[in-house]
Structures are given as C-alpha cells and as structure tokens.
C-alpha cells in the first residue's frame, strides 16, 4: 500500500537511498526481539521501537512534522491509522520544536486505514496523521517508526 497525492510524489523521491534504508531496516527477520528506544540508522534516519495500548479515536490527535517523513511500520497488534490533508487545519498549540510535532484539532474532512502487522504507511510532511487509534476495543500495539529527514 503507497499513496499520496500526485504533486508529492513527483516532489519527493520515495526511493531515494535514505527510504531505502528505511526499507531494509524494517525487513530484518529480528524487529520483534528489539528493545523500546531510538535506532540510529544513517545520517538523518532513525528508527523508534514503541509499544503502546491503542485509544479511542476521539481521544488522539492530528499532527504534522515540518522536518522528517514517518515510516510508520506495525510489529503487532493493530490500529487505526487516521489522515487528512496539512493544508487548512487549525492548530492546537505551539508546535514542539524538539520533536519537530504540531497538532491539530479535528478536521472536518478525513480518512484512515487499518495497520495491521506488517503493514507500514509513509507520511510526509504535508500529511496529518493520527496515530494509535484503537479498533474495537483497542489492543497493544508494537510499533517502529523511522524518522527520515528532509
């Protein structure tokens, strides 16, 4: 699963050596034997081990980040993966400089998909993202996140 709108992929080149070492990371048969924390990959790539319960989705929020892509890769368990177009939101705060992150209140237009594991999706910085929203009942879920610098 790839998608994005036509103006960003011909802006961004998905392909480019730092996605492809996203991409091999994320196909090592030892992802689930990895411990919580930050992976240095290469210049301006790393890689977050999380693992967290998934929440109702009116309880998350839409955020952005100015400076990186998201690979957001599922280990286990599944989640709700929602999207909206950046242009147009209203912002929730102050954007976080240190995790380069500003949130948003709830759009009025947006979409998601079900991750399951195995399945990852790449976000770019004109895509908002809501994140860990349960489906159903919620689970845990293991995640890893690579980060990829503009």
């Known amino acids: 699963m790839y ?3 036509i103006e960003l992929a011909k ?3 998905y392909l480019d050596e730092k996605f492809q070492t996203a991409y091999e990371f994320l196909s090592r048969k030892d992802l689930d034997q990895l411990e919580i924390g930050t992976i240095p990959l290469c210049e301006g790539v790393y890689a977050m081990v999380q693992e967290y319960h998934s929440v109702p989705a009116h309880t998350a929020r839409f955020e952005t980040h100015d400076d990186h892509f998201d690979v957001q890769y599922v280990l286990s368990g599944q989640e709700y993966f929602g999207l909206a177009r950046r242009e147009g ?3 929730d705060g ?3 400089q240190e995790n380069d ?3 948003y ?5 947006s979409g998601g998909v079900v ?3 195995g399945d990852f999706i790449v976000v770019a910085p004109e895509d908002a993202h809501k994140p860990r929203c349960s489906v159903g009942d919620g689970c845990v879920v293991r995640k890893i996140v690579v980060k ?3």
């Open 11 to 13: 802006k961004y080149n």
């Open 115 to 117: 991750l399951l594991p």
């Open 148 to 150: 990829i610098k503009l």
């Open 3 to 5: 998608g994005t709108r």
């Open 101 to 103: 992150v500003v949130f």
């Open 89 to 91: 939101l209203v912002s």
């Open 94 to 96: 102050e954007k976080d």
């Open 105 to 109: 209140k709830e759009p009025t237009i």
